[in-house]
């Protein structure tokens, strides 16, 4: 189903021409897979008690499963993003990959835990230079630090831009598109409902 209206479609070809409808739901997700890995690094937008937004770079785990779409953070719960999760669990986190334009946008919910078992499968020795040894016998800085905790975004909706050609081709039919006045599009759009999301937790 179409995310624009016909009036829309006709104001804003690019968009119409990139808008893909017919992809198959895995499909779609190891699209969304991919644009994130040449990402890396992801914006986690959060809004404080006083309505500002705030956004600051993390970098998720990896997929536990080809079909996962929420969301992973380790990070210390002393940060004043936990405060504003606490605030308003409403969310985004956005990704680009500047070398090829693509891009993702989750819009979602975020959801605090520091359940052991689950820190202990996502850590990594790294991480450690993100929270540091205090030398005080506790916070050591290591997977069982009181301040390691999960940050799960689970997406309402997602939507993403994934390139089809080069960055070479690409530029040759925007110019092509542009000496003729005919909009091109050289990539996809597609959206990952809420409804697909809920069904891929059966996939």
Known sequence: MSDLSPEQARLDPYSSRAESTNVPLQEKISGLHTVIQKAKVGMLVTRDVNGN?????????????????????????????FGDIEHDAHVNVNFCDASSTDWASYS??????????????????????????????????????PRVAVIEV????????ITDHSSAVRTTEVAYAAATGKATAPGQSR????????????L
């Open 53 to 81: 937004l705030h956004s600051r770079a993390m970098t998720p785990t990896k997929p536990l499963s080809d079909t996962q779409l929420t969301l992973v953070f380790l990070a210390n719960h002393t940060s004043h993003k």
């Open 108 to 145: 979602g919910r975020a959801r605090v835990t520091e359940d052991q078992e689950l820190i202990n499968k996502l850590w990594s020795p790294i991480l450690t230079g993100y929270f540091g040894d205090l030398k005080d016998g506790v916070h050591k800085g290591d997977k069982t630090d």
């Open 154 to 161: 689970v997406p309402d909706e997602i939507k993403y831009w």
């Open 191 to 202: 959206i990952i409902s809420k409804e697909e999301i809920q069904l891929s937790q059966g």
